[in-house]
């Protein structure tokens, strides 16, 4: 069973705000919500981390509702340098560490 | 940069053979992580270490091995290589164990002729 779902592929424009959304029906209790993105042949790099409402850093927000069942990465202006896959993670760390990346967004951004 | 370092940044070698890849995780983190990424599979998650102890196993196979020394760094083992082994490897490291905000290495790209 997936732990999260996200869009295979987005589009978007310079200039313009995306937002990422990423399912995850079955998110436990004391499980944190954590994006990376991954330009190709680098390692993925850590976006932000949030467990509910809404986080903000100097690169993105992430809004995550009551129900926790979903969760939406916010980048802001976009730039043809945010092209990149984005990956969305749920877990704890707890004793079942296995974290899942999945196949993440391929977030294209034209000129 | 994640101030994770990784060596070498690029293997080639035949099928049968080993290889040791090496990870030297951020300053002050004592977790550090093994992923294969392959185009068919994806990011991957192989192994976990904690200050030196095993902590979580993930899509491991068994030609492979890993451990982490006193000074934290860590090497990947990779024995009777398969061409299917050709992929991406990223050691990721964080301070505490079992943690999802983690910091990645360039990687090493293992070619498997």
């Known amino acids: 069973l997936a732990k999260t779902t996200q869009p295979i592929s987005m589009d978007s424009y310079e200039g313009q705000e995306v937002n990422i959304t990423c399912s995850h029906n079955?998110?436990?209790?004391?499980?944190?919500i954590t994006w990376y993105q991954q330009f190709p042949s680098q390692g993925p790099r850590f976006i932000i981390q949030g467990y509910k409402t809404k986080v903000t850093n100097e690169v993105a927000s992430l809004f995550i509702p009551a129900d926790r069942k979903s969760s939406t990465l916010s980048l802001p202006r976009v730039s043809l340098s945010d092209t990149a896959v984005y990956y969305c993670l749920v877990g704890d760390g707890g004793g079942s560490y296995i974290p899942t990346f999945g196949r993440g967004t391929s977030l294209i951004v034209h000129p | 940069d994640s101030g994770v370092t990784q060596t070498p940044k690029h293997l080639i070698t035949a099928t049968g053979q080993r290889v040791t890849l090496r990870c030297s995780p951020r300053?002050?983190?004592?977790?550090v992580y093994w992923y294969q990424q392959s185009l068919d599979q994806g990011l991957q998650f192989l192994i976990q270490?904690?200050?030196?102890?095993?902590?979580a196993k993930g899509n491991i196979l068994e030609r492979f091995s890993a451990q982490q020394f006193p000074d934290l760094h860590s090497e990947l083992n990779l024995s009777s290589l398969e061409l299917g082994d050709s992929a991406l490897y990223f050691c990721?490291?964080?301070?505490?164990?079992?943690?999802?905000?983690?910091?990645f290495g360039p990687g090493t790209r293992l070619t498997v002729t």
């Open positions: 079955n998110i436990a209790t004391n499980d944190y």
């Open positions: 270490y904690y200050n030196g102890e095993e902590r």
């Open positions: 990721a490291s964080s301070v505490a164990t079992g943690d999802y905000e983690q910091y």
């Open positions: 300053s002050g983190d004592l977790s």
